[in-house]
Every structure is written in C-alpha cells, then in structure tokens.
C-alpha cells in the first residue's frame, strides 16, 4: 500500500464511527487522473482509499477522519453518511468490468476495514443506495454476490413476498419515489431486470428486510 494523502477532509460529525463502507468507481480515464481530483484542494472531494486495476491500494484520507465521498445520500436514518462511513473509490470509467486484481484487492481491503471498525455485511454499500437517482456507482458490472460469498456484502434470498416500497425502506433505501427505489435495488441486485416491479423483485426485497 501507498500514500498520497489529500488535504480534503474533516472531522467526523457527532462523534461519529464508522458503521458503513460505500464502494464508488471513479468514472475517470485513468487511476492517476482519479487520485489528482481525489487529492486536489478545489476538487472539495476525496475518499479514504483508491484502488487501481492493478490491485495497488492507496490510503488517501485516514479512517478516523471524515472524507468528502458521499454527497447528498442517506441510509437507514443516517443523512450524514460521509460522518458514518469509509469511502473506496475502484479505478474504473463506468463501461468496463472490474479486473481480478482489483477485485482481490478490494477483498483484502474491505476484510481489514470491516474488522477494524467492527462493520457487519449489511453495512458495505454501493453509491447508488445511498443516492438513488444521483449515482450508479459502481454500477452494473460490479459482482456483488462474489462479495457476499465472502461475507463482506449481502445477497438476499428469496421471501414471502411483502410490499416492496416498505421492504426496500426497511432495508435502509431512503424515502422517495417508487421508480427511484426500483432503479437502485435493481442496480445492485437485478441489474439485467426491466419494466414494472415483479414477484422477483418483491421477494428479494422480502429478503433483504428479513435478513
């Protein structure tokens, strides 16, 4: 692991610790470009950790520190999410998948975090469940369910259907529009899904809650 520390950070609000990790790509040309913004003062944005195709990890920001990483968002009443959580940005523009490096290293990393700080499956996030509509990073390539094989992330297993808006608020989505609420659970569970809410749909969500 390497060092380039960004000057973009502050206190945790609160006294806050944290409960949450939210997974980001950069959505930039290369990891370089990534961590000049992620370090540049007039940027007003960094994350905690950078991790580049090749599986090299950087420490941006230390942990006990509040990054700038989240935005807008919220998650199971948390609206300050920067203050609660641990922000990893993956070298990636968008369009590609996620190469095998990456991936282990992320493994390594989200391990290491989750032990330090005591942080449970169901708290590693993407960007777009704590921003629905705003982000939808890290997007459909990114392989969830390989995390949760590990039990660094949840994969829901179907159940008695309920009443899917209740169900996605129950498992920590915000409070919106129920189109928005579809698009991000669909990102990260079923992101090949399309047109109306199903029985699929309701039944993972189902899971999600009870899990």
């Known amino acids: 692991m390497t060092a380039f520390p960004s000057p973009n950070f502050g206190e945790r609000r609160g006294g806050a610790t944290p409960s949450l990790i939210v997974i980001h790509y950069t959505a930039m040309a290369s990891c370089a470009a990534a961590r000049a913004r992620l370090c540049d003062p007039a940027a007003e ?32 009443g948390i609206s300050d999410v920067n203050s609660h959580s641990i922000g990893i940005e993956l070298a990636n523009r968008g369009d590609h998948p996620f190469p ?10 989200l391990r290491e975090i989750m032990a330090r700080w005591s942080i449970a499956p169901r708290g590693v ?18 392989d969830w369910r ?17 009443e899917l808006r209740r ?22 569970f079923r992101p090949w899904a399309e047109g109306p809410a199903d029985a699929q749909d309701a039944a993972l969500a189902a899971g999600l809650a009870a899990g």
């Open 45 to 76: 944005v960094s994350a905690h950790w950078l991790i580049a195709e090749d599986g090299a990890t950087e420490a941006l920001v230390p942990e006990e520190a509040r990054a700038w990483h989240a935005g807008q968002s919220f998650w199971r």
């Open 100 to 109: 095998e490096p990456q991936m282990a290293a992320l493994e390594r990393l």
């Open 125 to 142: 996030l993407a960007h777009s469940d704590i921003a629905p509509g705003r982000k939808s990073d890290p997007g459909p390539r990114f």
């Open 146 to 162: 390989r995390l949760a094989r590990q039990g660094l992330a949840v994969w829901p297993e179907p159940a008695a259907p309920g």
């Open 167 to 188: 169900d996605l608020m129950a498992f920590g989505y915000a409070d919106l529009p129920d189109d928005l609420l579809l698009a991000a659970f669909r990102l990260r």
